[in-house]
């Protein structure tokens, strides 16, 4: 994909120039004078930018650990004041039903993946990845943990049409389990607690597989891959794959399973409020200008459509690692009701609701914990939702650092040079009117001019990264881009943060070895770059 | 500080109209830019000395307590006769661990928050229920078995609720009261914070990543910013706005949640049981300390040691008179806190349900609102001036 973008050799040269002319590298300063001659060096017009979230970037905390976790500086009084709300209950931990002094916060659900949205979007980032200590093999999955594993069935064919009979095409549950593992459980959660104390649907340990990647200098990269090993599901407790006779539903050689890492939640209402016509104005399904980028998109089931009454509740997926979800509200408040298990007013009801699982907990703990608050309705009031999905769609994006900085600018070049933009889209400007999450946006997000280096589209990222594992119309191998704003500050404010779906990446430069599929050019071409001109492009993405 | 950084992109962007946007060499028409106002600071020495003499001896500190904590717990609690001697020894114990983690709490980043370590050691309200539930059905519990379980039947809550009792009309308990149950789960409660509080510690001093082995400690990278392996801080001014939010994150903690959500809008709505520390009724110390963690970073020395470079040295470079206020407001913030208990030594979960406790009250919350617009107003915007 990227032979127009080679540059023949007197390109290089010019480069070489213009390093010299802003005292970059290149220059031992003892060469003969030359006659000035204008170099002609072309920089993307995104390289001096600083404002990537438009009037809702910060300057505040745009160097430090608290870089995510930011109000939008363009919120309005009233607004500001809800974002604030929202940023209490997105800290909130909830808990196991009842809890006489504190009904608000009961219910976490029998199983669960965390207790507050905080654990999985630590700081407002991404979440740590699980150490694997020398001295061990394998780890299994607890509180500390904000990975976890999307499961479902496979289907004998794939589904390339959503209708109404196959459910648009979503994943198909694992019987009795449902389309997430839930790997923690309040005291109760299962039969055999007693044995089996806070533990969820089964046990999760994660090992890591490593290879090396080795460039023409003999720079040598080690890549880690993370395996999951699932046991002792509920339905057959000390089962494992490896036992001679697997009953478990979960168990079985038919169920697909995906890890799925938090993603940081700050620009969020950015991203939807881009219009759907620019989104889809990238699409080339057939690559029809061959430059081996397709860029599909995801229409997935639209929950707020369908409590609407929608009769075609599909709508443009934007959010999630496979762009599983068609908004903020969607994607919040789903994984409220799903990772954490609080009912809400657009998922009203538990997710594991009819597995045998909830039924026998229900019955153990006497009907306490149903899903339904006291007067019927959701756990999560409308305000306390209402307040969460405002508070991630107004976080705001931090300004970029260091944009003067010859690496970095050299940096932006080689973006565009290794077509990184093909995938990474730099700019859009957001919608001027209309809904986000069918509410009414905030002013704040409209018709703001922003870089967040996505094409909110899906793309084959190659067999390496590949979970095997369709959702909606994404197929196994691929993964929506992932919005690059903020990238450089992922470890300012987790220093353990990984990158990609799974944490893979300790660094940047792994992230990128790890792209395949329609990134196979650019990767390549990554890797035929000097070791300084590497540098390069990862200063670029760290100024982000 | 914002308006600063609107008219730096306001110049950028037209530095690349100029130029003509893409496609142009807009390299070769800039001009470096001489600082023509703004104050200078040193800060290597500073940064040096809030990592090594403040924060880093903070964590060893916490460390120190955890192995005492469980080296007393387990002399004091194991023996089925312990006295009542025992058990108030090992509560002291457990207020003198809390003394240096409330006071971390004024610089609460990198390994504390990507190790989990406050969630597991600090959360409340805790399940009570749970709790008793795991009491009456299991026995000698095991630090790593309990590691496991959910944080809101572990931590210093925890050890807290076993060691006073619930605290509504007492903080103390007789040993008598103490079941063999609750001496095992203390024990391995202890043992829990050891390793939580010596994890803590390695990841400053020794390598803040166990997944890599070559991973320097966290303190280095905090003193090393811009280096060009470190992916952390990408300059002191990083730095510097790492402490600053930091101190605007614990004063904010604490006037508008520790305080203020029990404290609700009247004695009708104030709520005991979100109080902090509320079985041993150590909130108050727990909230001065916080505060103290604050004036820790500001000076750059913990309080009484001799004279170091912090925080305060850098505002003064710009303003030695908003310098001085910021030191006066900081005291004023922890003697209001601490004058809370009044004459009657009120603990605070009685002030919030006192006329005149609640008056106290609200004097700490105000200047604890004090402290945080200065901070936030007149302080971090000091980083928009600084010639770094």
């Known amino acids: ?544 | 500080m914002r308006f600063k950084h609107t008219a730096i992109t306001l110049a950028l962007i037209t530095t690349l109209s100029a130029c003509g946007g893409s496609g142009s060499d807009d390299s070769s028409t800039e001009t470096p830019v001489e600082p023509t106002t703004g104050f200078s600071f040193a800060a290597t020495e500073m940064i040096t000395n809030l990592t090594d003499d403040v924060i880093v001896a903070g964590y060893a500190n916490l460390a120190a307590e955890g192995d005492a904590l469980l080296l007393l717990a387990t002399q004091a609690l194991l023996s089925a006769s312990a006295t009542q001697a025992d058990l108030v020894a090992a509560q002291n114990a457990w207020k003198s661990a809390r003394e240096p983690w409330e006071q971390g709490e004024s610089h609460i980043f990198g390994s504390v928050d990507s190790l989990s370590i406050d969630p597991h050691l600090d959360s409340w309200p805790l399940n009570t229920t749970d709790l008793q539930t795991q009491l009456d059905n299991n026995s000698g519990f095991d630090a790593e078995t309990i590691k496991a379980w959910n944080d809101d039947v572990q931590g210093f809550h925890t050890m807290e609720y076993l060691l006073f009792g619930n605290g509504v009309d007492s903080n103390t308990k007789l040993i008598a009261d103490l079941t063999t149950s609750e001496r095992e789960y203390l024990i391995a409660l202890a043992e829990v914070f050891r390793d939580y509080a010596t994890l803590l510690d390695d990841a400053w001093q020794v390598n803040y990543n166990a997944e890599n082995e070559t991973a320097i400690p966290y303190a280095d990278l905090l003193k090393s910013p811009g280096d060009a392996t470190n992916t952390i801080y990408s300059s002191q001014l990083a730095v510097i706005e790492e402490l600053i939010n930091g101190m605007i994150g614990i004063v904010d903690e604490v006037g508008n949640g520790k305080i203020a959500d029990p404290f609700g809008d009247s004695i009708s709505t104030a709520d005991t049981s979100k109080v902090e520390s509320q079985y041993s009724w150590n909130s108050l110390t727990d909230f001065a300390n916080n505060i103290i963690g604050v004036r820790n970073v500001y000076q750059g020395e913990f309080t009484g040691a001799s004279d170091n470079t912090g925080l305060v040295d850098f505002v003064a470079a710009a303003d030695a008179t908003l310098a001085a206020r910021i030191t006066s407001e900081i005291d004023d913030s922890i003697l209001k806190i601490q004058a809370i208990s009044g004459s009657t030594d009120m603990p605070f979960r009685q002030a919030i349900l006192d006329e005149d406790g609640r008056v106290l009250v609200q004097s700490a919350i105000d200047a604890l609102t004090t402290l945080q617009t200065s901070l936030e107003s007149d302080v971090l915007p000091l980083l928009s001036d600084w010639n770094s």
Request: glycine content about 10%.
């Open chain 1, 1 to 544: 994909m990227n032979k127009l973008l080679r540059q023949p050799y007197w390109f290089a040269a010019l480069i070489g120039l213009s390093l010299s002319a802003c005292g970059g590298s290149g220059d031992d300063g003892t060469s003969e004078p030359v006659q000035p001659v204008d170099p002609v060096v072309t920089y993307p017009n995104y390289t001096s930018v600083i404002a990537l979230g438009g009037d809702t970037t910060t300057f505040d905390a745009n160097s430090s650990g608290h870089g995510f976790s930011t109000p939008s500086v363009n919120l309005t009084e009233d607004e500001l004041e809800l974002h604030l709300e929202g940023d209490a209950n997105f800290e909130a931990s909830f808990t196991t039903a009842p809890n006489d002094q504190h009904p608000e916060l009961d219910g976490l659900d029998p199983v669960f993946n965390n207790a507050d949205c905080n654990s999985c979007h630590q700081r407002d980032g991404r979440n740590s990845t699980p150490s694997v200590a020398a001295n061990e093999t394998r780890i299994k999955l607890g509180s500390a943990d904000g990975i976890f594993l999307r499961i479902s069935k496979a289907s004998a064919e794939p589904c390339t049409q959503g209708t109404a009979e196959n459910n648009y095409c979503a994943p198909i549950k694992v019987p009795d389990f449902g389309d997430q593992l839930f790997h923690r459980g309040v005291l109760k959660a299962r039969a055999d607690w007693q044995d089996n104390s806070f533990i969820g649907q089964a046990d999760v340990y994660l090992s890591y597989e490593r290879h090396d990647v080795v460039y023409s200098d003999g720079q040598t990269v080690s890549l880690k891959k993370p395996i999951f090993e699932v046991e002792n599901p509920y339905d057959a407790p000390g089962e494992t794959k490896q036992s001679a006779n697997v009953t478990s539903n979960l168990l079985q050689d038919d169920v697909l399973m995906g890890w799925r890492n938090g993603m940081p939640v700050f620009g969020l209402g950015l991203l939807e409020a881009i219009p759907e016509a620019s989104i889809l104005a990238n699409v080339d399904a057939d690559d029809s200008n061959n430059d081996n980028i397709s860029g599909r998109a995801n229409w997935v089931f639209d929950a707020i459509k369908a409590q609407n009454g929608d009769v075609t509740p599909v709508s443009l997926g934007r959010f999630g690692w496979k762009a599983n979800t068609p908004s903020v509200r969607v994607q919040s408040l789903g994984a409220l009701r799903g990772d954490i298990g609080i009912t809400n007013p657009l998922f009203p009801e538990e997710s594991v609701l009819g597995t045998s699982l909830h039924d026998s907990y229900l019955t153990r703990t006497g009907f306490v914990d149903t899903g339904e608050g006291v007067d019927g309705a959701p756990e999560a009031s409308a305000e306390f939702s209402d307040a969460v999905v405002f508070y991630a769609e107004t976080l705001a994006v931090p300004a970029r650092r260091n944009v003067d900085d010859g690496d970095v600018r050299e940096g932006a070049r080689l973006f565009e040079q290794l077509n990184c933009s093909g995938c990474h889209t730099p700019s859009f400007v957001t919608k001027t009117s209309g809904d986000i999450g069918g509410i009414a946006m905030s002013d704040s997000l409209k018709s703001q001019t922003i870089y967040p280096f996505t094409d909110m589209l899906l793309h084959d990222m190659g067999e390496g990264l590949a979970d095997g594992r369709p959702d909606f119309l994404a197929d196994g191998n691929e993964w929506r881009t992932r919005p690059l704003w903020g990238i450089g500050l992922t470890q300012t404010v987790n220093p353990q943060a990984g990158f990609l779906h799974d944490g893979r990446a300790a660094t940047l430069e792994e992230a990128i070895l790890w792209h395949g599929g329609e990134a196979q050019q650019s990767t390549d071409d990554f890797m035929a770059l000097s070791q300084d001109e590497r540098t390069q492009l990862v200063a670029f993405l760290m100024s982000l």
